[in-house]
């Protein structure tokens, strides 16, 4: 069982970065392929960014393609997004999910995760 933090949130202006970190806790973190999911008001949940169990390979959703990099740290048990050029369409909630399998083009739906955290709040004004 892996418990997930999530934080890093804020409110900013559409250009800027923001760095969210997903603090995991237990031993087996390193077993899990890990994601970023986000989650607009109004709007279902969607896939972000997931990464393999070593941090080699990642993969993401169109639209943040070039902006945003999903890595992780397995000694520190910690998962990190970092959004660049960020735009208002990316306000949302974003959550951190360890899945039950990975591939390079996946693009995985909410029932692939099998936790989450209790999710950051990222605001982009224009």
């Known amino acids: 069982q892996v418990q997930l933090v999530e934080s890093g949130g804020g409110l900013v202006q559409a250009g800027d970065s923001l760095r969210l970190f997903c603090a995991a806790s237990g031993r087996i973190f390193s077993s899990y392929a890990m994601a970023w999911f986000r989650q607009a008001p109004g709007k279902e949940r969607e896939f972000v960014a997931a990464i393999n169990w070593g941090g080699s390979s990642a993969n993401y959703r169109d639209s943040v393609k070039g902006r945003f990099a999903i890595t992780r740290d397995n000694a520190k048990n910690m998962l990190y997004l970092q959004m660049n050029d960020l735009k208002p369409e990316d306000t949302a909630t974003y959550y951190c999910?360890?899945?039950?399998?990975?591939?390079?083009?996946?693009?995985?739906?909410?029932?692939?995760?099998?936790?989450w955290g209790q999710g950051t709040r990222v605001t982009v004004s224009s």
């Open positions: 999910a360890n899945l039950n399998f990975y591939t390079d083009y996946t693009h995985f739906s909410s029932s692939d995760a099998l936790g």
